[in-house]
């Protein structure tokens, strides 16, 4: 949208510059536009995301407010005697509504009726001059005008109340489709994010931030499904996953990976925390019984620190260390080295 302004307003530039009329607001006007939007352009490329709302406000207030004074200025000119309105008024007509359209889907609700007030400002100032100057009316440009300007209010008195309720029917769908792609990152027992929350969670994260994986296995898991049953053994992970949202303070995300096993990430840990992190974990999900069935221990493997791009390789990281915990005891944490590259990863 702004390279299209940029270039209709250039055109428009080249146009007078080649055929000049005498008008100094010939060459302000789209100049100003063209200068507005280069520097919109160049402050939308420093930061996209950031920055595309103020750029699509900015962008359609550009384009509405200068035509009022490119209209005004032909206007009170052709009401002092100087020239003739439909004589000397440029060919934007066409712009006008197009700006107009821009700013009504552009634009957020708020702003609606800013975008209506600039168009009655340029359009009925129009409409009555021709009323009132018959000759000029009565004319090829006189109709053309008319025609435009005259069904173009009508029909926006009209739409916007009708755009208003739709705005607020989608606004309706888009926040279902966000609760709904929410809920679908989630896992339905522990209300943890699952595997696609955590992707999805990943993807904010800034281009400079490093992670540290912590894998979390509940020890001897089967057995308690085998000797309570599969309900009492859903309570225990229930009961883990509340327990892991109020050991960890700092910016982080836990994960169920899948069956009794949970993944943990931590965003900027600092690195002399990270020998005691996993214990940390270990220590506050087993020191409390858990109802129904007693004592529960953990197993945690702890991978290194690095840039969050090697996700998959701190987890293959945290899966080896965990098999040593495992292998070596269980009810155990152990931080990645590189003694452990070669070890298989672990079995359930």
Request: with cysteine; proline share 4%.
């Amino acid at each position: 949208m702004l390279i299209a302004f940029c270039l209709s307003s250039f055109l428009f530039l080249v146009f007078f510059a080649v055929f000049p009329r005498g008008h100094i607001i010939d060459v302000l006007v789209p100049g100003f536009n063209v200068a507005s939007m280069l520097i919109l352009l160049a402050y939308l490329h420093q930061n996209p995301l950031k920055h595309a709302n103020l750029v699509i406000k900015l962008c359609a207030f550009v384009g509405l407010f200068s035509l009022v004074p490119a209209t005004y200025y032909f206007l009170i000119m052709a009401w002092l005697g100087k020239w003739r309105f439909i004589d000397e008024f440029p060919p934007i007509t066409g712009v006008m509504i197009s700006a107009v359209a821009i700013g009504m889907i552009m634009l957020p609700k708020a702003y609606k009726n800013t975008v209506a007030l600039v168009w009655l400002i340029i359009s009925l100032p129009i409409l009555h001059y021709l009323v009132l100057h018959p000759n000029e009316l009565h004319s090829q440009r006189g109709y053309e005008i008319l025609s435009l300007l005259g069904p173009a209010s009508l029909l926006l008195c009209s739409i916007l109340p009708y755009q208003r309720r739709i705005l607020r029917h989608l606004d309706s769908v888009a926040s279902l489709l966000r609760r709904t792609e929410e809920e679908a990152g989630r896992d339905f027992l522990t209300d943890l994010y699952n595997r696609r929350g955590l992707q999805n969670w990943m993807g904010q994260l800034n281009q400079d931030d490093k992670i540290c994986v912590l894998l979390i296995d509940i020890d001897y898991f089967k057995n308690i499904n085998d000797r309570y049953g599969h309900g009492t053994g859903d309570h225990v992970l229930v009961e883990v996953a509340s327990r892991l949202r109020s050991i960890y303070f700092e910016k982080h995300i836990i994960t169920r990976w899948g069956g009794e096993e949970f993944a943990i990430v931590l965003v900027n840990p600092k690195t002399s925390t990270l020998p005691y992190i996993g214990t940390m974990f270990q220590n506050s999900l087993g020191a409390l019984p858990y109802k129904t069935v007693g004592k529960v221990t953990v197993s945690v493997g702890v991978s290194n620190i690095a840039a969050h791009e090697h996700f998959f390789a701190l987890v293959e990281q945290a899966d080896k260390a965990l098999y040593s915990a495992k292998n070596n005891g269980r009810d155990q944490s152990v931080i990645y080295n590189d003694s452990l590259s070669q070890q298989r990863s672990p079995v359930s």
